[in-house]
């Protein structure tokens, strides 16, 4: 009955949207698959002021990391770090390139030397990502210039979040891989200290991104021109 009722069904999406465009003002919800690490770095600031611009829209934010498919999931957009976005989608860049930096805390350098190249992570107690996407332990990727070199690194704790891998780094459990905006203001109040000065990995940036072979709906279209705003 479903797959029967399906084409009737977005056809009546379709009819509202179409309405849609002759109002004032969108109105609608609009369903966002977001990264954990992007929501309050790049989507939280956003929120407050397009929804004072946009009273007649609602937001609905899913926080996901896995590898979701936005189109099945019946989401709107999704935002994530370039490098997970699948190339048959549409991207708009919500942040800049970013670099990923080493760091730890004074109290943990006080019992073990701070490494002086990447090699030398192998003999600390890193704090490991698990990646949702693919459910795997990464190497750490570092850059000096032309050089490349990555790294098994190992240690005690794993997690798949980047929050609890920085809060373990503060508190002193060991080496974190950490995007450089999460850590900036753990250094400024001497929180935590940033290894391997001349190392670094840059990922591509954040973007929204949805699909081009689905109608728009007005309340993405606006969010998407405030993005690009």
């Given at each position: 009955?479903?797959?029967q009722?399906q084409?009737?069904?977005?056809g009546?999406?379709k009819?509202v949207?179409t309405?849609?465009a002759?109002?004032?003002?969108?109105m609608?919800?609009l369903?966002?698959?977001?990264?954990r690490?992007?929501?309050?770095?790049?989507?939280a600031p956003l929120?407050?002021?397009?929804?004072?611009?946009h009273?007649?829209i609602?937001?609905?934010?899913?926080?996901e990391?896995?590898?979701?498919?936005?189109?099945s999931?019946?989401f709107?957009?999704?935002?994530?770090?370039g490098?997970?976005?699948?190339?048959?989608?549409?991207?708009?860049?919500?942040?800049d390139?970013?670099?990923m930096i080493a760091?730890?805390?004074?109290?943990?350098?006080?019992?073990?030397?701070?490494p002086?190249?990447?090699d030398d992570?192998?003999?600390h107690?890193?704090i490991?990502?698990?990646?949702?996407?693919?459910?795997a332990i990464h190497?750490?990727?570092?850059?000096r210039?032309?050089e490349?070199?990555?790294?098994?690194?190992?240690g005690?704790?794993?997690?798949?979040?980047?929050h609890?891998?920085l809060?373990?780094a503060?508190?002193?459990a060991?080496?974190?891989?950490?995007?450089e905006a999460?850590?900036?203001?753990?250094?400024?109040a001497?929180?935590l200290?940033?290894?391997?000065e001349d190392?670094?990995?840059?990922k591509?940036g954040v973007f929204l991104y949805?699909?081009?072979?689905?109608?728009?709906?007005?309340p993405l279209?606006?969010f998407?021109a405030?993005?690009?705003?």
């Amino acid at each position: 009955l479903l797959d029967q009722l399906q084409p009737a069904l977005e056809g009546i999406g379709k009819a509202v949207e179409t309405v849609n465009a002759f109002r004032d003002s969108p109105m609608g919800t609009l369903r966002l698959s977001v990264s954990r690490p992007s929501i309050l770095h790049v989507i939280a600031p956003l929120l407050k002021p397009f929804l004072a611009e946009h009273p007649a829209i609602k937001v609905e934010i899913v926080a996901e990391d896995s590898r979701q498919d936005i189109v099945s999931g019946r989401f709107d957009a999704g935002v994530r770090v370039g490098e997970f976005i699948e190339q048959d989608m549409i991207a708009v860049r919500m942040a800049d390139e970013f670099r990923m930096i080493a760091v730890a805390s004074p109290k943990y350098l006080e019992q073990h030397p701070a490494p002086l190249h990447p090699d030398d992570l192998r003999n600390h107690n890193c704090i490991r990502h698990r990646w949702s996407t693919d459910a795997a332990i990464h190497p750490w990727s570092f850059q000096r210039g032309n050089e490349t070199i990555d790294v098994a690194v190992d240690g005690q704790l794993v997690a798949n979040d980047l929050h609890l891998a920085l809060y373990a780094a503060r508190d002193g459990a060991g080496v974190a891989y950490l995007p450089e905006a999460f850590v900036c203001p753990y250094f400024n109040a001497g929180l935590l200290v940033r290894l391997l000065e001349d190392w670094s990995h840059t990922k591509s940036g954040v973007f929204l991104y949805y699909s081009g072979r689905r109608q728009i709906p007005a309340p993405l279209q606006a969010f998407i021109a405030y993005v690009r705003r």
